[in-house]
Each structure stands twice: as C-alpha cells, then as structure tokens.
Nanobody
Framework: VQLQASGGGLVQAGGSLRLSCVAS????????LGWFRQASGKERNFVAAIRISGRLYYADSVKDRFTISRDSAKNTVYLQMNSLEPGDTAVYYCAATKKVWLGAPSAANANTYESWGQGTQVTVSS
C-alpha cells in the first residue's frame, strides 16, 4: 500500500493541526495503522496506533492531546493534534502493517510496520 501524509505546518503553542494519510493501491481497512514522529537529529518515535479492531494506543507524551482515527470510506487515517507544544515539532510519518501483533510494545515498534508515508513537517512555535 502507498501512503501519502499531509496536513503539517507551522502553528503556535496551544494550537491544533489535523494530519491526514491517504492510502492508494489497497484498502486501509485490512491494515493496522500508526503515526510516528522524528525530530531533527533524533530517532523516530511512536505517537499513536489504531488496530483493525479499533483498539487505540498512544505514547504517554501525547495521551489526552492527540487522537488517531480512521475513515475506511475515504481510505484515510487521521491524527488530530490539540494543545500542541514546541516539543511536538517533528516530521510525522504514517505507517501501515498487516503483520499479526499484540499489545502496546508491538504497536510502538517501528519494525512492526511494513509501509511508510513520506512524512509531513509539524513546527510548533513558542
């Protein structure tokens, strides 16, 4: 499956953004989906994931601020980001996998995912 992320931009602290990731080639309804982010000079870190079943997983740093969702009709996964902080500045990547996995540690492991989007930059100013 090919993934195309969009929706990034420059926002002030406390603001909101919604990232979108559109899939082509395959229906997203048969994939587990995730969002990761990578700040400049740092490793890629888990943000959120949604299983085919709808079960949700979040990194502690974004819990209660970010919401992951999927729209099967639009073949799109979203990441609604509220109360943004300068520490949220990063390139955000969407990812998809058909691998069988269980539990939060697997959701947060980049190696679980087989397909990646190209990334969209989010910059939060103080």
């Amino acid at each position: 499956v090919q993934l195309q992320a969009s929706g990034g931009g420059l926002v002030q602290a406390g603001g909101s953004l919604r990232l979108s990731c559109v899939a082509s080639g395959r229906t997203l309804s048969v994939y587990h989906l995730g969002w990761f982010r990578q700040a400049s000079g740092k490793e890629r870190n888990f943000v959120a994931a949604i299983r085919i079943s709808g079960r949700l997983y979040y990194a502690d740093s974004v819990k209660d601020r970010f919401t992951i969702s999927r729209d099967s009709a639009k073949n799109t996964v979203y990441l609604q980001m509220n109360s943004l902080e300068p520490g949220d500045t990063a390139v955000y990547y969407c990812a998809a996998t058909k691998k069988v996995w269980l539990g939060a540690p697997s959701a947060a492991n980049a190696n679980t995912y087989e397909s990646w989007g190209q990334g969209t930059q989010v910059t939060v100013s103080s």
